[in-house]
T-cell receptor, first 116, second 108 residues
Framework: DTEVTQTPKHLVMGMTNKKSLKCEQH?????MYWYKQKAKKPPELMFV???????INESVPSRFSPECPNSSLLNLHLHALQPEDSALYLC???????????????FGAGSRLTVL | GQNIDQPTEMTATEGAIVQINCTYQ??????LFWYQQHAGEAPTFLSY????GLEEKGRFSSFLSRSKGYSYLLLKELQMKDSASYLC?????????FGDGTTLTVKP
């Protein structure tokens, strides 16, 4: 299995809703990531989990709350979002480190979020 | 901080060769990666360089010069399906920072 699976593919939510994005991989990768991508822009890093511990938070607002229940699963909990949070949310995974510390990212297909 | 520059758009003809350049100025460096992203899809890994020189993978090759902060992606025997955005990314301490991407259009 060489895939990263994300659900749901599409999500529409109001500003008062609470929802979650889910990500799963079975490649034995020990690092998992959340990226946000706006139209015609590159992916922007949000969070990195390494060995199920949060290792990087790129100053993301607290209305985004990540969770890593185990080494195969990564969630992103959403609450009180704003319309400007509408974007494609990409999950990725990688082996913890190649020999140099550079990691090849395997991306999921993404969850397209619309906040009304 | 990280500063990564790529041309915004390029056009090439089917069957031709195209070179997409990337220059970077970063506070740290572990590797330079190239990803392909078709419209509405997730990025997929193409090639990476950790040391200076050329890495060849089929129709795709990538070159790196760390002293010059420069890389390029070379695509040979272009096909229509190669029309996509090509993202240069620099990785440092577990973080990958992406350039804005180069949109390549392949014409018949």
């Amino acid at each position: 299995d060489t895939e990263v699976t994300q659900t749901p593919k599409h999500l529409v939510m109001g500003m008062t809703n609470k929802k979650s994005l889910k990500c799963e991989q079975h490649m034995g990768h020990r690092a998992m990531y959340w990226y946000k991508q706006k139209a015609k822009k590159p992916p922007e890093l949000m969070f990195v989990y390494s060995y199920e511990k949060l290792s990087i938070n790129e100053s993301v607002p607290s209305r985004f709350s990540p969770e890593c229940p185990n080494s195969s699963l990564l969630n992103l909990h959403l609450h009180a979002l704003q319309p400007e949070d509408s974007a494609l949310y990409l999950c990725a995974s990688s082996q913890e480190r190649l020999s140099s510390g550079a990691n090849v990212l395997t991306f999921g297909a993404g969850s397209r979020l619309t906040v009304l | 901080g990280q500063n990564i520059d790529q041309p915004t758009e390029m056009t090439a003809t089917e069957g031709a060769i195209v070179q997409i350049n990337c220059t970077y100025q970063t506070s740290g460096f572990n590797g330079l990666f190239w990803y392909q992203q078709h419209a509405g899809e997730a990025p997929t890994f193409l090639s990476y360089n950790v040391l200076d020189g050329l890495e060849e993978k089929g129709r795709f090759s990538s070159f790196l010069s760390r002293s010059k902060g420069y890389s390029y992606l070379l695509l040979k025997e272009l096909q229509m399906k190669d029309s996509a955005s090509y993202l240069c990314a620099v990785t440092n301490a577990g973080k990958s920072t992406f350039g804005d991407g180069t949109t390549l259009t392949v014409k018949p």
